[in-house]
């Protein structure tokens, strides 16, 4: 019979935080990088950013393509 170790003690051990913390925190990051951006309004900001990437809406119709774009896109910017 194989021991039950809870993930708790593999967290803590690792110092690793939970799914739940890690998604909270993303969430939190994402929403102060939005109210930050919102100071125009969001389809002005968007049309601004997609003009200055030279983005057309015509690019957002094959998921998969735009998907794999924006990574690298915002990968660059980052």
Do not use: Y
Request: proline share 3%.
């Amino acid at each position: 019979m194989v021991d039950m170790i809870p993930n708790e003690v593999f967290r803590a051990e690792l110092d690793v935080d939970s799914i739940i913390d890690k998604m909270r925190k993303r969430r939190l990051r994402w929403f102060g990088h939005v109210k930050r951006r919102l100071q125009t309004a969001p389809e002005d900001r968007l049309k601004m950013d997609m003009k200055e990437l030279r983005l057309s809406e015509d690019m957002t119709s094959d998921r998969n393509a735009w998907s794999s774009f924006s990574r690298r896109v915002i990968g660059a910017l980052s």
